[in-house]
């Protein structure tokens, strides 16, 4: 089973940065897509960002792009949300995944950015 472990989060004020990290274990973890989604209160999971197995390409949600980067270095199983421009609405337990969110959840971090 592979396990999932997020870190990097905080508290922030608008317009700060965060980069947060989620390292796996267990798995092949360059065969795989990987995703940041996250859950703010009262809310769904949403979709955040996406890197493909190689880094080679990367996606975003709307209401992210431009001010998130994601990348992944395979030789550290780990895979790296930068988030910079943060807003209030940004505020959220941040997961990551494969795309189809198969893989044990982690825990996730925390992010809260305060106004």
């Known amino acids: 089973q592979v396990q999932l472990v997020e870190s990097g989060g905080g508290v922030v004020q608008a317009g700060g940065s965060l980069r947060l990290s989620c390292a796996a274990s267990?798995?092949?973890?360059?065969?795989?897509?990987m995703n940041w989604f996250r859950q703010a209160p009262g809310k769904g999971r949403e979709f955040v960002a996406s890197i493909s197995w190689s880094g080679s390409s990367a996606y975003y949600a709307d209401s992210v792009k431009g001010r998130f980067t994601i990348s992944r270095d395979n030789a550290k199983n780990t895979v790296y949300l930068q988030m910079n421009s943060l807003k209030p609405e940004d505020t959220a337990v941040y997961y990551c995944?494969?795309?189809?969110?198969?893989?044990?959840w982690g825990q996730g971090t925390q992010v809260t950015v305060s106004s």
């Open positions: 995944n494969v795309p189809e969110q198969t893989w044990n």
């Open positions: 267990g798995g092949t973890f360059s065969n795989y897509a």
